[in-house]
């Protein structure tokens, strides 16, 4: 039985398009927006409230607001221009209510790590800890970020969004948005060194395990003879 391609259909629909339809009565429309913005603005608005705590709740304000007022989407910029312009604003005034954030403040270095995509389909455990123990140590140093680096940073560096489109969206110029994803990497670099710590004396280590199986087989082959000669 072939699949029903309304779906795949209706998904591949521009953002104004389908806009303009939801307009026109089919509101179940909005869900392919929603579906498809939100993992920007969840990411957005949390780095704006500086935690997990009622960033769904500002997501859902976004949107109500965004489809409350649909009617004044112009098109002078995209569609999601406009949306994450809303997110930004309900982000900002949730905070403003009462929320205190409290940023590390660490000293400045530049951060262009990339972290290489293993080759292996299935990883192995330890390959698998060790990516997410990764995650965990740059999300805590994003989350550490001083609330205006954090908000430019996650636009810039997570979400790809162009310098103009950050700048646009958060009421800056597109200057300070390059000095501050600039200051932002810096500090990332040494909130991650930090951590780090004395561990980074353990870099490369040699676990037991390892040492464990080389002593062995090198044991092995010396009582089998087998020792290679010049």
Not at 8 to 16: H, T, V, Y
Not at 25 to 35: C, D, N, P, S, T
Not at 47 to 66: H, P, R
Not at 181 to 203: D, F, K, M, V
Request: net charge neutral; hydrophobic share 40%; glycine share 6%.
């Amino acid at each position: 039985m072939q699949a029903d391609p309304k779906p795949l259909a209706l998904a591949l629909l521009d953002d104004e398009t389908v806009i303009r339809r939801v307009q026109q009565g089919e509101i179940a429309l909005f869900e392919i927006v929603m579906r498809r913005y939100n993992q920007r603005l969840y990411r957005i608005i949390r780095s704006i409230l500086g935690s997990d705590t009622d960033v769904e709740d500002v997501l859902q304000d976004a949107y109500l607001k965004a489809y409350g007022h649909l009617g004044q989407f112009e098109g002078r910029s995209s569609f999601a221009t406009w949306l994450t312009k809303i997110a930004v604003y309900e982000a900002i005034a949730r905070a403003r209510k009462g929320r205190r954030f409290q940023p590390l403040e660490v000293t400045v270095g530049d951060d262009e790590n990339r972290v290489a995509e293993l080759r292996s389909t299935l990883p192995d455990p330890e390959q698998t800890a060790s990516r997410h123990e990764l995650r965990r140590l740059i999300e805590d140093a994003v989350d550490h970020l001083p609330d205006t680096f954090r908000e430019v940073f996650v636009m810039r560096e997570i979400e790809q969004m162009s310098q103009a489109e950050t700048a646009e969206c958060l009421g800056l110029k597109e200057e300070t948005v390059k000095t501050r994803l600039h200051r932002a990497r810096r500090q990332i670099e040494s909130h991650l060194l930090a951590r780090a710590g004395q561990g980074i004396r353990t870099a490369y280590s040699f676990g037991d395990s390892r040492c464990t199986r080389i002593v062995t087989i090198v044991l092995h082959r010396i009582a089998e003879g087998r020792i290679p000669r010049a």
